[in-house]
């Protein structure tokens, strides 16, 4: 699924990855750890084709990384939860969510269920997300990626801001993609929460892989 | 690479000196003053010329982006930035030089002049084209826009060009001056002149472009520290215990 | 590309609703700068424009002072354009999504083009009754309006998204696109004189470099789009 050996991630002329070794197989939660700054968000983000290879070499799910024409491929199957919503702030709910349903060229019909699945379907889908809640701009974030059906979850710490009701939510929604198939990566500052789900611990510092630990989470293979 | 200059550029520099002295001479003392305009046809050995080099910035500009777009190698997206400048440069000089010519043909600093007009806007345009390569963004995208940018900038200098000429001359007939009448001499100091301000021309683009490659190196100098100190601070966790 | 044009324009305009930037924000400024304009230029002020005919000096220079109105109107529309893109990271999104670049460049173009035009309606009607000049080919007028709104939009779009992810947008965007649209407000004007005051001969080849414009700029923008959108 994920393959990076020595990957270097230059943002703005700072080495925010500075030589990676991260293997993630299918079916697996990992969840990266470390302190601000360690280079999390951008791991996730290179992992999803948007922060760029410098160096070092690296594949996703087979696509190699040190190619434009393959990073768009990488694009269109990952999912990326960020600190940002990737949402228009003066759309509705509904009006965002088929949007990117067609950008993404996701089925129409499955908008339906999965306004209502996601709690999303009553008086919040005539909404703008401006007016919304960070947890509910988080489960808006959610929808869309659902839609999309990303083979890798990308997720920049997706409890952060959150009640406990949403941080639930959060971990049920990552079960659910685990079980139907996907891969998932976790950046978290959250200790005891993610540990429960993760098949896999990987600490981060100074942009490089510090060391590893299995966990008893449930994801569906052994790394 | 540890200096800008090299013998090549020292002869190229000396040579822009000799024929620039030899160009004065010719365009001041021995070549005649033109029937209609006078003695103020010695402009036009500085105006044409430089105008000349900055047309030729603006082609390396579009040559190098063009390349530069299909390999990403830096030197030529170095060369296009540098070549702009002088481009840059040399347009400034041509719009001080016209206007101070101006005022003896037209009797005024600024005339609407389709060609002094285009070469204005051409001018802001390039300034541009400068301020898109000091952008704060990564420099692979800085340099990718730069580039779309610097190629499309010659239609635009094309368009804008025949845009205005066609502006005035549906008024009037394009007039620069009088009909001007260049005998031998002046035509050979002229072409001096041409010549000695490629020389300059060319002296200054090595040396920017090579300006612009030093600094390149630094950055990546730079870049090669902040990795091993980046690289330090991962050692220095590992070495201390993660926290867990 | 259309499909990812049309979703794009439609999902612009729909923003456009939700928010009426452009009729609450931008119409309002356009009908401003035609008011100041007037301020500038005396209405008293007479000028001869053949032997033994004047005008108010006003009604000359409208078609000079309307295309300036758009043209600053153009620039906070093509802003706002591209700020809807940038606050919550979506061009990240659409990127993600595999849009075709091509697709989002006509697509944000047409949305704009369509608020401009609708615009320029109003504008248009404010102009003729502010400045008062004769109207002598409505029909070059409108071709006017339509080719010169392409051409703006279209240069605009391109340079404005050369500009984006940056801090200092809302200062490039002018600088790099004004010098650049040049010879639009100069065949626009020409061109908008003819309709209005005839004699049309020249007019409709204006109208002709015009659309050239539109068209190079269509073509480049949708070379283009790729490489300026691509991140690294």
Redesign the interface.
Known sequence: MVNLSGAISLIGGFPALAGVDLTVDDGEIVVLRGPNGAGKSTLLRLCAGLAPLNGGSGTILGHDLASRERRRRIRRETGLLAHQTFLYDELTVEDNLRFWAKANRADPSTVEPILDRLDLGGRLRTVKISALSAGQRRRASVAVMVCRRPKIWLLDEPHAGLDQAGRDFIDEIVRHAVRFGATVIIASHDHGRVSNLATRTVHLVGGMVTGAEDGQGEGRSVS | MTSTSSKATYVVGWAAIVGLALSLLFALVLSPPEVNMGDSVRLLYVHLPTIAVSYLGYGITFLGSVIY?RNQSPFWDLLAGAAAEIGVLFTAFVLVTGAIWGKPTWGTYWEWDPRLTATT??F??Y??YL??RR???????RS??A???GI?AI??LI??RY??Q??RG?HQGQTLGVDTQLDGLMLFSLFLSVVAFLLLGAWLLIHRFRVAWLERQV?DM??AR??SE?????????LGG??? | MFRDAWLMASKDLRIERATRVGTGQILPFGGLVLILFGLAISPVYQVTVAVGVRRPMLAQAAPGLFWITVLLAALLALGRSFAVESTDGNLDALKMAGLDPAGIFLGKSAAVAAQLLALQLVLGIGAFILYGPPLADPVLLLTVVILATLGITAAGTVYAAVASGLRVRDTMVPLLVLPVVAPVLLAATKATEAALFGPLDNGWSWAMLLGVFALLYAGVGMLAFGPIMEES
């Open positions: 777009l806007v051409m802001i345009m300034l541009g301020a898109i952008m704060d963004l990564p420099q692979e995208v990718r826009r580039a779309v940018v499309i239609a635009n368009i804008v845009s205005v066609w502006w549906l950055e730079r870049l902040a990795l980046r690289r330090g601070e991962a050692g220095g966790a590992a993660v926290v867990s």
